[in-house]
């Protein structure tokens, strides 16, 4: 397998030289042409219009069916984040960009720089860029996406492993980078707000050579802030140099980079129950209460990725494409955790040392072939990618002096020994071979999808010598049909199949075996025509769906520190989702959430989980943001807008002995354009809520942060 890949890395780039191999004629014709219009005619004079509003609706989604297809026919519920929409809301991080999308939780809104902890429809998921995986955060060594540095986001509901392989049934989320354009808008902005938060950006770019055949863009971002936690901060350095060259319509291949140094602490709040959801004999913790220690706690990660996509067009019709990235991520994280309550006011705790670094490398090649048959329009995509990753994993633990939470002295913490509890280096490939088809014939569109993946990993114990080694098959496939009236009504209804390999073994030594999910899902996409009252801009997508998951790690009942896969959840639900426009020029983002998260199965020492809600994961979330701009004079316009996100209230332990309330956030915006100039202002929790955001056990509760403003001046060119 490895060699058909090495096979593809050869056969690509001579492909692309045999498409750029000139056709005389063809260039002759075109350099002719080319001559005629500039002794003819007068020169064109470009005009660029700044500060105008721009869509929050794409036309169509490359990640749901790695195909460009249009979002009201693509049979499932996917929300395409614009820029524009991330720019609106003023994203900061990747759980600001998916805010307002129905079925995601977003854990409250909290700022952790470790990565993104919320879940799409009751799982948590998986975190892609650019349409290949990155590194998780189960280990804090998750791949940070800088919302700055990105094009758009993609929300895929439901399982996607019948082409991207492995995965969480509930979804995944795609981030795409920026790239150069030819017409690129460079943009130099500064902001500033709550928390002392210091930030300048900068997107340039441009045509390097006359023909516009080379361009190239620079996205930067440096900031120096606090966060809600008490002297915890959140300093980052970015920078995403790109350099794309487009010789014709026919070749396009895009360098790609981005390095981060992420210098933070850990925002985590290890609180109690008692205290932050309900009053103590003292009252409520403060909102800002450090649970760690300022001197102590550190979260540091410097990340590095390098890589490219190439399209190349071989025949009319037949479309060679490949993606690859290198990245290397480096983290030193230093917490306070795992409190035990002494009595009602003191805690007790364990400080942890982890480091250890994360090289990937990912490789996606695929062919796309368009054609018809009479009536019938088919689209064959074909691909095989492959994913390798290394992982140093060292983690120490030692006793942290006890804390009294209503009278807190920070003493000084003693640095636990280096590896002393895990010590731990980790290997694994996955290579998976995919096939595809869309056909469209008389506004049916029906899509068949199938995957074979092999995996295979191992585990080395550093401390004893052990070694844990595992290899899995698996075959995932989907099968979905769409049908879309003239008036532009399309139901659809998409069956799919997941799995996930578990790292592990049993207290036998046993290796632990993949989850297997399946996935129904049923829904109504309706996208008014063009010649409506509506026209065409906005997407309003109403589904049901049912998820099941097996094969979960479960606490084994004789042995009570392992794990035996006897555990099995399920999700139930309906999703209403609306992004784009109304009449008036009013911009709406609405989400409507309603599911019944459940645990089905255990083992003996679990079975008292059974029927419960899982941890963190509510049963309804509504959201709604307006906003309506108006123009002022020719060179003057100004807008505002706000939305509510609702959440209701979440399990806070297994099994449900304690819950969480429910949460009513608003937030505003407003702006002002002058010429080339933006002014904007941007509110969360506007009415500085006092909330308790997700709690995991009796012990471990951590708070939203409060009211926070910030603004941001930016000019473009």
Not at 318 to 332: E, K
Not at 453 to 470: A, C, E, I, Y
Request: hydrophobic letters at 30%; proline letters at 5%.
């Amino acid at each position: 397998m490895q060699g058909l890949l090495i096979l593809g890395s050869i056969i690509l780039p001579s492909c692309v030289m045999a498409a750029e191999t000139p056709q005389p004629s063809q260039n002759k014709k075109h350099e002719t042409h080319s001559k005629t219009a500039t002794s003819h005619q007068h020169p064109i004079e470009s005009i660029h219009v700044y500060g105008k509003s721009r869509p929050l609706l794409t036309g169509t989604g490359q990640a749901a069916l790695k195909t460009a297809t249009p979002l009201e026919t693509t049979p499932q519920n996917l929300t395409v984040v614009s820029r524009a929409r991330m720019d609106m809301l003023n994203s900061r991080t990747l759980t600001e960009a998916i805010r307002y999308s129905a079925g995601v939780s977003d854990y409250g809104g909290k700022d952790d720089p470790r990565g993104y902890f919320g879940t799409i429809r009751g799982f948590t998921p998986d975190i892609y860029l650019d349409g290949t995986r990155t590194p998780n955060a189960a280990t804090s060594q998750s791949f940070s996406i800088e919302p700055w540095g990105m094009e758009e986001m993609d929300i895929i509901r439901g399982s996607s492993s019948a082409l991207y392989g492995s995965g969480q049934l509930g979804g995944i989320i795609n981030a795409v980078s920026k790239r150069p354009t030819k017409n690129q808008v460079n943009v130099v902005s500064v902001q500033g707000g709550s928390y002392a938060r210091r930030q300048g950006a900068v997107d340039i770019g441009g045509t390097i050579d006359e023909q516009g055949h080379w361009m190239w863009r620079f996205n930067g971002l440096i900031r120096k802030s606090g966060t809600f936690a008490h002297h915890i901060k959140n300093n980052e350095i970015y920078v995403a140099p790109s350099l794309r060259w487009q010789p014709s319509s026919r070749t396009d291949f895009t360098f790609l980079s981005s390095y981060e140094q992420l210098d933070a602490g850990s925002s985590s709040q290890f609180l109690p129950y008692v205290g932050t959801v309900v009053p103590s004999r003292y009252g409520y913790l403060p909102r800002n209460f450090l649970s760690g220690n300022w001197n102590f706690d550190v979260y540091s990660k410097r990340q590095i990725s390098v890589g490219y996509a190439l399209k190349q067009e071989i025949l009319p019709g037949w479309t060679i494409s490949q993606n690859m990235r290198f990245a290397h991520i480096n983290v030193l994280y230093r917490t306070v955790a795992q409190p035990k309550l002494i009595n009602t006011d003191t805690i007790s705790r364990t400080a942890l040392l982890q480091s250890g670094n994360y090289n990937t490398t990912t490789l996606d090649t695929r062919s796309e072939w368009k054609d018809h048959f009479g009536s019938v329009h088919s689209t064959l995509l074909t691909g095989v990618d492959f994913r390798s990753d290394f992982m140093a994993e060292r983690r120490g633990e030692g006793k942290a002096p006890n804390l009294a939470l209503y009278r807190p002295i920070y003493s000084t913490i003693a640095m636990p020994s280096y590896a002393s509890k895990r010590n731990y280096n980790t290997t694994g490939t996955q290579t998976g071979i995919y096939g595809q088809e869309q056909a469209d014939w008389k506004r049916f569109f029906l899509t068949l999808s199938g995957r074979g993946d092999f995996t295979q990993s191992l585990q080395v114990n550093n401390s004893n010598g052990g070694r844990t080694s595992q290899k899995n098959n698996a075959f995932t496939g989907r099968v979905a049909l769409l049908y879309q009236s003239t008036w532009g009504v399309a139901p659809y209804i998409s069956y799919a199949t997941s799995f996930s390999p578990q790292l592990g073994t049993t207290h036998d030594g046993t290796a632990f075996s993949p989850t297997r999910g399946r996935l129904l899902e049923a829904g109504i996409k309706y996208k008014p025509r063009r010649d409506s009252i509506f026209g065409d801009r906005f997407l309003l997508t109403l589904d049901v769906f049912t998820l099941k998951e097996r094969n979960e790690l479960v606490q084994d009942p004789v042995y009570s520190s392992d794990k035996i896969q006897l555990g099995a959840q399920r999700t139930r639900g309906f999703e209403a989702e609306f992004v784009g426009r109304l009449p008036y020029k009013i911009d709406l983002l609405a989400a409507f959430t309603v599911q019944d998260p459940r645990v089905t199965k255990g083992s003996a020492a679990t079975q008292n989980q059974v029927g419960q809600r899982p941890t963190t994961v509510p049963s309804r979330m509504a959201s709604f943001f307006l906003r309506r701009s108006f123009a002022l004079t020719h060179s003057l316009s100004a807008g505002i807008g706000g939305g509510l996100r609702y959440t209701s209230t979440t399990a806070g332990a297994l099994p449900n002995t304690i819950i969480v309330p429910s949460q009513l956030v608003g937030d505003i915006e407003a702006h002002l354009d002058y010429r080339r100039w933006h002014l904007q202002l941007n509110g969360t929790n506007i009415a500085n809520s006092k909330y308790v955001s997700v709690c995991t056990s009796t012990t471990n509760c951590s708070y939203a942060p409060g009211r926070a403003l910030y603004g941001d001046l930016s000019y473009r060119w």
